[in-house]
T-cell receptor
């Protein structure tokens, strides 16, 4: 069975500093995709970044980067130069080949950026 | 930019009422999804559709039905609303790109509907 684990229910970071949100996963699929989403208090789920299991390089999107360590089955999100608007819930999710369309979500990490 | 819209941000209904939640996407995506999100339980898939008139049950389909008559529109129906269906409902759509192990299907979400059943 596939599973996503986010062990940090909440985190603080000082504005302009970098922060790492942890995500580990478990799957027997040889090929899979990993996603990070941001959910502000307004409720919408915003796609941030994607990493494919075959991708050789870590994904980056602006201030977001994904620290992908396949052997350790971890896909941590790094946010550089935190901004007040980064305060939100962050979800790690996974799709497996056999799972076809379904995304498995972690329980989320609430990030609070301090001014 | 992908745009997924949902008919209501907030909805209050009474027990036993029939409830329709509408979702529309403007990017010609084949796949559409309905999730519910509850504290402590995370996001759970209710139903999804991979083509017009096609639907598949997700993890928690009981008490719900769906309709997809047009590619851009995916409706979630609560035939007889109950208090345990009070939740945040999120619609998403995706387009399959790549093939096999390199297939990427990023799901893009709507703003969500907070439903309260009294």
């Amino acid at each position: 069975a596939q599973k996503i684990t986010q062990t940090q229910p909440g985190m603080f970071v000082q504005e302009k500093e970098a922060v790492t949100l942890d995500c580990t996963y478990d799957t027997s699929d040889p090929s899979y995709g990993l996603f990070w989403y941001k959910q502000p208090s307004s409720g919408e789920m915003i796609f941030l970044i994607y990493q494919g299991s075959y991708d050789q390089q870590n994904a980056t999107e602006g201030r977001y980067s994904l620290n992908f360590q396949k052997a350790r089955k971890s896909a941590n999100l790094v946010i550089s130069a935190s901004q007040l608007g980064d305060s939100a819930m962050y979800f790690c999710a996974m799709r497996g080949v056999d799972s076809s369309y379904k995304l498995i979500f972690g329980s989320g990490t609430r990030l609070l950026v301090r001014p | 930019d992908v745009k997924v819209t949902q008919s209501s941000r907030y909805l209050v209904k009474r027990t036993g009422e029939k409830v329709f939640l509408e979702c529309v996407q403007d990017m010609d995506h084949e796949n559409m999804f309905w999730y519910r999100q509850d504290p402590g339980l995370g996001l759970r898939l209710i139903y999804f559709s991979y083509d017009v008139k096609m639907k598949e049950k997700g993890d928690i389909p009981e008490g719900y039905s769906v309709s997809r008559e047009k590619k851009e529109r995916f409706s979630l129906i609560l035939e007889s609303a109950s208090t345990n269906q009070t939740s945040m409902y999120l619609c998403a759509s995706s387009l399959s790109t790549g093939a096999g192990g390199r297939r990427q299907e990023t799901q893009y979400f709507g703003p969500g509907t907070r439903l309260l059943v009294l």
